[in-house]
């Protein structure tokens, strides 16, 4: 975005829990210039005697004034966020900056004739930018097809179940489970990492006309490269697809 940005006061007005070990927090930030769908902003915790440390969080909402919102699961002995999962309580205030990242990102296209068929690949928390991607699809009325293919270790790690079931029946998003350690009882596809089948182009015509797919993948890094390998087998390109990596892969 070619922009520096400041940091800003965020205080923190709203929680969701979203699994045993991941919850949503919504600040308010004023003076908070807005941002895109799959766009991320630096959090930033200072302790009394100065210290202080920074790490990055996609945005998980569209823009709603300066209300931005964020979802944070817990690392094991991590820094921050543990912080932000269990301890932060209403009214506690911290830094954002942002919004940062201008290429991860989907905005939807006026009334084009055809609409560019959306696949979304995320493993673990790297679901949360494609979240947004798919309330802003929703809230501007878009018609483009988007798959969402979420990629957790067991059921009780999903985030958003609710809503992604809810927006699976109204809003013709395609939602895709697959789990890598514990599929539930009567799955009919067997726990593992995420194959080529799993990635591949639904036959229907509106993925099929005249645009080809754009791919968003996010999550660990290993989990991002693994993914564009197949992506890559399966035809798409440099130029369709876009990835955003968070970090470690924790394996
Ligand atoms: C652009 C971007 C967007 C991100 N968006 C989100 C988001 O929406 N939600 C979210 O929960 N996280 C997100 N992250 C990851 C986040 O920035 C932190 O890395 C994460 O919260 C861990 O920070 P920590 O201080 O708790 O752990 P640290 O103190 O940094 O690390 C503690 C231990 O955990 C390991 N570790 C660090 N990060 C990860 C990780 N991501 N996965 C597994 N193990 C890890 C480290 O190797 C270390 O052993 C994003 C990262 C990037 C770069």
Do not use: K
Not at 190 to 202: H, S
Not at 225 to 236: A, F, N
């Amino acid at each position: 975005m070619g922009l520096r940005r400041s940091w800003l006061r965020a205080q923190l007005v709203g929680l969701r829990s979203e699994t045993r070990n991941a919850r949503t927090l919504i600040f308010v930030v004023p003076g908070w210039p807005g941002h895109l769908a799959g766009q991320h902003l630096d959090v930033r915790l200072t302790a009394p005697d100065g210290y202080s440390a920074q790490r990055a969080y996609s945005i998980a909402a569209p823009a709603e004034g300066d209300r931005v919102s964020i979802t944070v699961q817990s690392v094991g002995e991590g820094e921050v966020s543990p912080y932000l999962v269990e301890d932060m309580e209403l009214g506690d205030e911290l830094e954002v900056r942002g919004p940062i990242g201008g290429w991860f990102v989907w905005t939807p296209s006026p009334e084009a004739p055809v609409q560019q068929p959306i696949l979304l690949v995320g493993g673990g928390s790297g679901v949360v930018p494609l979240m947004a991607m798919v309330r802003e699809r929703a809230r501007r009325g878009s018609r483009a097809p988007f798959r969402l293919v979420y990629s957790v270790r067991a059921a009780d790690q999903v985030l958003y179940a609710e809503e992604l079931a809810q927006r699976a029946s109204e809003d013709r998003l395609q939602v895709e489970l697959l789990y890598t350690r514990t599929a539930p009882e009567g799955s009919a596809r067997p726990a593992g990492r995420i194959t080529e089948a799993d990635l591949a182009t639904p036959s229907s015509a509106d993925w099929n006309a005249r645009v080809p797919p754009r791919a968003y993948v996010c999550g660990p890094t290993a989990f991002v490269e693994h993914v564009i390998g197949r992506l890559l087998s399966l035809g798409y390109t440099n130029r369709t697809i876009r990835a955003e990596r968070f970090g470690p892969s924790g394996a």
